[in-house]
């Protein structure tokens, strides 16, 4: 009797189990939750890391970047960040609900990062992550492998050890002098008769110099971009040379009182124009100023325009709208709200446009993201009566919003939440660690932004 009872209550709870698995348990037409996003544990005001990490994983350039190096070690960054954002994103296969990104402070421990307990800045986590993958980037490119593969010595071999002709015995009059065609020359079948007797007399490693080029350099991740800068002179016009600053995040300063819209409340357009507006540099030595001058006689300082564009715009771009500001009384964080569009054009600040533009008589260029409200996609002014290379640049610098950071506190403690497109689609998400929730537009673009990411599109239409 007692047996029997044992055999029904395992029998039952088989069945509970059974019947558990068929109502709760993952489903071949959903793809176990595939797509979905994942909340990220707080593991102790790390919340700053959190949005980050959301952040960056909804810019799917980046995340194309971080799989398509097959030589990197598991235990990298660039390694590390590609499965815990495939995790976020919903794309591993062992995605789960909630996730706790342990492993990416570990892999920056590794490399000699410290990161304290406490709360930290979102922006600083930012630039060291992406300083990071840079610096792994230029080590593998410094490690093409063996010797022997960096050199092209394989393709020797392969010469070598072929048999020599039959006149290979004669002695070439040419000896060790070869022309400079010979030496371009590839490897092949017909040119192996002449190209041993003379490579004689040339030492093995020289030899595979001359028939392989340098390896090749890893591309640069998609948030790399470059400023331009140029002094001219405000006494007799001289320019000097242009100068390339690489830049990782573009960190833009609140303009003081009222703003485009009212005080405390600008554009982001106002905040960019502020960035590349020129500026006065005095008691400068100009080259201009003192050329063919007495060198006995005191140099001429003069005073000098400094001029600041973009002369190559990336393919992911993070502004950082610079909101903590020292005072009598310590360090204090301003409020102010920044009004920001879903469809950005980068293309008035850029070198080129700005050089072009100069040479127009009454030009008055408008980026496209301000024609009327943040949501318009109307066509802008700016494009009556233009070319279509201008409409072409335009084109190519037109940048989509991805996500945005946002900050809740003081200067001194708060919290990091992150506003986000889903992966693939252009539904809007809140992030804040474990919580996840579907928002509208309209609550994204009221946002306090502290962080704003946006990414290159190829339309000027609605991406909403």
């Not at 004669?170 to 003379?198: H, K, T």
Request: some cysteine; charged content about 20%.
């Amino acid at each position: 009797m007692e047996s029997e009872k044992i055999l029904v209550a395992a029998g039952l709870t088989a069945a509970a189990v059974v019947g558990a698995f068929v109502f709760w348990g993952p489903s071949p037409a959903s793809g176990g939750g595939r797509g979905r996003l994942a909340g990220l544990v707080n593991l102790g005001k790390t919340c700053f890391l959190n949005a980050i990490l959301h952040a960056l994983a909804a810019c799917p350039s980046f995340i194309t970047w971080l799989e398509k190096d097959k030589y990197i070690k598991e235990t990298s960054l660039r390694s590390t960040l590609a499965t815990v954002l495939s995790v976020v994103n919903g794309t591993n296969k062992s995605v789960q609900e909630t996730y706790a990104p342990a492993a990416v402070i570990n892999a920056l421990k590794r490399l000699g990062w410290v990161i304290p307990a406490g709360e930290q800045d979102a922006h600083e986590l930012l630039n060291v992550i992406l300083t990071t993958l840079d610096e792994e980037s230029q080590k593998i490119g410094r490690k093409a492998g063996c010797l022997s593969d960096a050199l092209g010595m394989n393709e020797l071999d392969l010469l070598q050890q072929s048999p020599e002709p039959e006149d290979a015995g004669d002695f070439d009059s040419l000896g060790s002098a070869m022309s400079l065609n010979e030496l371009c020359r590839p490897s092949g079948l017909s040119w192996r008769g002449g190209a041993i007797r003379r490579n004689r007399w040339i030492s093995r490693s020289c030899r595979a110099l001359q028939m392989s080029g340098p390896p090749p350099q890893p591309a640069a991740h998609p948030f790399t971009g470059s400023l331009t800068s140029q002094l001219r002179c405000a006494e007799c016009g001289f320019r000097s040379a242009v100068r390339y600053d690489k830049f990782e995040s573009l960190s833009l300063a609140l303009p003081s009182g009222a703003g485009d819209l009212g005080w405390g409340r600008h554009k982001l357009h106002q905040l960019l124009t502020n960035f590349v507006t020129p500026e006065v540099v005095l008691d400068v030595q100009c080259e201009g100023c003192n050329k063919g001058r007495d060198p006995a006689k005191p140099v001429i300082l003069s005073k000098q325009i400094k001029i600041l564009n973009f002369g190559k715009l990336p393919l992911c771009l993070c502004i950082h709208i610079s909101r903590n500001t020292w005072q009598p009384g310590g360090m204090t964080k301003r409020q102010d709200y920044v009004q920001f569009p879903m469809r950005l054009s980068m293309s008035a600040y850029t070198f080129i446009q700005v050089h072009y533009q100069r040479k127009l008589p009454n030009s008055n260029y408008t980026s496209t993201s301000e024609g009327g409200s943040p949501l318009s996609s109307s066509t802008p002014l700016y494009w009556a009566g233009s070319s279509l290379s201008d409409m072409a640049n335009e084109f190519r610098n037109v940048y989509q919003l991805a996500a945005v950071v946002v900050h809740a506190g003081d200067a001194h403690s708060g919290h990091f939440v992150t506003y986000r497109r889903g992966h693939q689609h252009s539904r809007w998400y809140y992030t804040s660690d474990i919580e996840i929730r579907e928002v509208g537009v309209d609550e994204v673009l009221q946002s306090t932004a502290y962080l704003l990411f946006y990414e290159k599109t190829s339309t000027m239409g609605s991406v909403f």
